[in-house]
């Protein structure tokens, strides 16, 4: 025990569940939606070379780094935040916008780092229903906002459940709400949606400061481990964010993979094998669908069983045929897109599954 104080919001904060780990060979690790392939070889040398030079800071606020990223997306570089993954920079953007007590008016279920970073900052949840099939629920997330929203968190794809968001409930929803609201949206898997009606949030950006857009080189670049994410929006909000943010919250050798992984080269092999994962997606789908299974639609890199409450036993299950999935106890387990041999394996262990 200590007699140090520890904030209450701390204290009571739930716990980040990660992704189970992999045990071995034999498993498939598909419990954190990450890419089955390795980075990129230009990636590697380059963050291998990077490594040789650590005794060294890096640039404080990844200056070349994010001039790369804002060529990528044609914004200007005041509008670009880098920061170690995207989890801590939505961490940094809460902290720099609430006040205690303020609210932020979240879609659940979601990412389960929201509801952790919103209780930092000293905020409230406002948790707004998922739909029936797994949607955000635009017009009931724009009716929870009031006078003490200081922001509103969008996920699209949605992890866990899958679906993402069409332009038109992308613009309702940031045109929905008051301009002193912040609209974060978190686009950490559009690279896999392949649905032509859903909606990009950078396109808005243009028109509505109060946006503010979530990118992250953890899941279709293959660079979890590496830490990098960043923030697209307005200048002011981000500078504001990146005087918040931890000096050089991006080390050397992951601003160098970064940056190789923006080379033309490399991003046309990293669409190709977001278009491999989503065709190995539907083709998942088909066959879950064809096994009677209700699975809403999934524009990530991974799919929704919500067995409510079997999670626990469909989990366990999953572990027996050598899977990695991630049950979220009481609602659903959510699963990877892996190799196809992997996600053969999957099949066939929802094929062995009684109660669908
Ligand atoms: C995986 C994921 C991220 C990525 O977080 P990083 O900190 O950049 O690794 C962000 N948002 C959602 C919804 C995710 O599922």
Not at 70 to 94: F, M
Request: with cysteine.
């Amino acid at each position: 025990m200590t007699d140090v104080h520890i904030r209450p919001a701390v204290q009571t904060l739930p716990a980040y569940v990660p992704g189970a780990r992999s045990t071995g060979e034999e498993v498939a690790k598909l419990s954190s939606n990450e890419l089955p392939y390795p980075p990129q070889e230009s990636v590697l040398a380059a963050l291998t070379a990077a490594a040789g030079g650590v005794n060294r800071y890096p640039e404080m606020t990844g200056d070349a780094l994010v001039e790369a990223i804002a060529q990528r997306h044609a914004v200007a570089p005041e509008q670009v935040v880098v920061g170690n993954g995207s989890v801590a920079l939505i961490q940094h953007v809460l902290d720099t916008i609430c006040d205690e007590g303020d609210d932020v008016v979240l879609p659940w279920r979601s990412f389960e780092a929201y509801p952790i970073c919103i209780a930092v900052a000293g905020a409230r949840a406002v948790k707004v229903p998922l739909t029936a099939d797994g949607r955000h629920d635009v017009a009931a997330m724009i009716a929870a906002v009031t006078s003490r929203t200081r922001a509103l968190l969008a996920c699209t794809p949605n992890n866990p459940s899958g679906p993402a968001l069409t332009a038109d409930e992308l613009t309702a929803l940031v045109e929905g709400v008051p301009e002193r609201v912040l609209v974060i949206v978190d686009e950490a898997y559009l690279d896999f949606v392949t649905d032509p009606a859903v909606g990009d949030a950078l396109t808005l950006l243009a028109d509505h400061p109060n946006l503010l857009v979530s990118r992250t080189f953890s899941k279709a670049h293959a660079l979890a481990g590496m830490r990098v994410g960043y923030l697209v929006g307005e200048p002011g909000i981000v500078s504001a964010i990146r005087s918040v943010a931890t000096p050089f919250g991006v080390n050397l050798p992951a601003q160098a993979a970064a940056i190789a992984a923006l080379e033309p080269a490399a991003l046309a092999e990293t669409a190709r094998r977001a278009a491999v994962v989503a065709t190995e997606r539907d083709r998942v789908l088909a066959a879950l669908r064809a096994q009677g299974w209700q699975v809403p639609d999934a524009q990530g890199n991974f799919f929704w069983l919500a067995v409510g409450e079997q999670t626990d036993a469909l989990a366990a299950h999953f572990r027996a045929a050598g899977i990695l999935a991630r049950p979220f106890s009481g609602e659903g387990v959510r699963v990877s897109i892996g190799t196809p041999a992997e996600n053969d394996r999957v099949l066939a262990a929802t094929a062995a599954w009684p109660a669908r």
